[in-house]
């Protein structure tokens, strides 16, 4: 079975220091990994995304991944946090690419 | 380029009345279609999805239920709403193609059953 552990619901960081976003999965073999982005009341927003190749991704906004597969984990980072970057953020896996399975989410706060 | 409409924006229904939340695909065929709802200060919960017309399948037994009527075109449902129903509920698709990988979100539809 699949399943995402983000470690952490509510992170708060100050403007301008680093943000780190944690991810772990379980899965049987290596998955299709993804992070999103949620505003308030609006749908989610693809960030990121690992699917074969290079294990650091880059994604839009200056955020970036790195997918470690001998820690089944995916966590997300940005140097340098903006006010704009609070919000809700999913880690997602897919062993297939179709069916996900997501993480409950973290909410980011980011304090001027 | 594909894209995703969905609507309502935002709902608010009594108690007892009926649903309808409709969510279109453009731009490609045969897509996976997906029902999510997010409750309040929840992560998402899979409520349906299906792989083509007709084809539904339902991940919680529940007060809601889907259509496909046709290939872009996925629907959620209820007879009658409970309190419980609220919520923010979102569409999306993936390709079935793997050269495509990936959920497109719709813009979501917040419900508020009073």
């Known amino acids: 079975a699949q399943s995402v552990t983000q470690l952490g619901s509510h992170v708060s960081v100050s403007e301008g220091a680093l943000v780190l976003l944690r991810c772990n999965y379980s899965?049987?073999?290596?998955?299709?990994l993804f992070w999103y982005v949620q505003y308030p009341n609006q749908g989610l927003q693809l960030l990121l995304k690992y699917t074969t190749g290079a294990t650091l991704v880059k994604g839009i906004n200056g955020f970036e991944a790195e997918f470690k597969k001998s820690e089944t984990s995916f966590h997300l980072t940005k140097p340098s946090a903006h006010m704009s970057d609070a919000a809700e953020y999913f880690c997602?896996?897919?062993?297939?690419?179709?069916?996900?399975?997501f993480g409950t989410g973290t909410s980011l706060t980011v304090i001027p | 380029s594909q894209t995703i409409h969905q609507w309502p924006a935002t709902l608010v229904q009594p108690v007892g009345s009926p649903l309808s939340l409709e969510c279109t695909v453009e731009g490609t065929s045969n897509p996976n279609l997906y029902w999510y709802r997010q409750a309040a200060g929840r992560g998402l919960q899979l409520l349906f999805y299906?792989?083509?017309?007709?084809?539904i399948s339902s991940e919680v037994p529940q007060n809601l239920s889907a259509s496909r009527p046709q290939d872009r075109q996925f629907i959620l449902s209820s007879k009658k709403l409970l309190l419980s129903d609220s919520g923010f509920y979102l569409c999306?698709?993936?390709?079935?193609?793997?050269?495509?990988?990936?959920?497109?979100f719709g813009s979501g539809t917040r419900l508020t059953v009073v």
């Open positions: 299906s792989v083509g017309i007709g084809q």
């Open positions: 899965s049987s073999v290596p998955p299709y």
């Open positions: 997602a896996v897919s062993p297939t690419g179709n069916q996900f399975y």
């Open positions: 999306a698709w993936s390709a079935t193609h793997r050269g495509q990988i990936g959920y497109t």
